[in-house]
């Protein structure tokens, strides 16, 4: 989940792509296989209703901002209170700050990183999808090692 432009699709799409190719696999337990029945990319809406619905279907939510929008960290943010209303804060959540190949940034690395790790207590990764690179699978890998998922 996360605002509009903030690279879901991408990332849906780079996961959908390598599925067809290998199973999504934890390279950390080698116990864990990602299975996809269906993979939702919730864009930036101002219905409500439609966000609440889609928080109390998810088993797990992927939380993507891109580091050169505040306005998308900020989004992801009031996501996270829904969800945490929802369920508990320690529901499966992984936050991603993605185009992290761009060079103008408003959304400081250090102080988005210590929220995330330290006050919400999620793990945060830093992407860029555009590039597909190694770092995509580490968001699953962190969404692996939940207990919850376990």
């Known amino acids: 989940m996360g605002s509009k432009f903030v690279g879901k699709t991408t990332i849906a799409e780079w996961v959908v792509k390598k599925r067809k190719t290998t199973e999504l ?8 296989t990602i299975m996809l029945e269906d993979v939702n990319v919730i864009v930036d809406t ?13 088993d797990a939510f992927i939380l993507v901002y891109a580091v ?15 969800i945490v209303k929802k369920y508990t804060a320690d529901f499966p959540i992984v936050v991603v700050g993605n185009k992290k190949d761009i060079f103008e940034r408003n959304v400081h690395p250090v102080v988005a990183d210590c929220l995330v790790t330290i006050e919400w207590e999620h793990p945060h990764v830093e992407v860029s999808a555009k ?10 890998e962190e969404l692996f090692l939940h207990p919850a998922l376990i």
Do not use: C
């Open 68 to 82: 050169n929008d505040s306005d998308s960290f900020e989004y992801i943010r009031l996501l996270r209170e829904e």
């Open 25 to 32: 696999q934890s390279t950390k337990s080698q116990q864990h």
């Open 46 to 58: 101002a219905i409500p209703a439609l966000v609440k619905m889609n928080i109390r279907r998810a």
């Open 131 to 140: 590039k597909g690179d190694g770092d995509l699978m580490a968001i699953f």
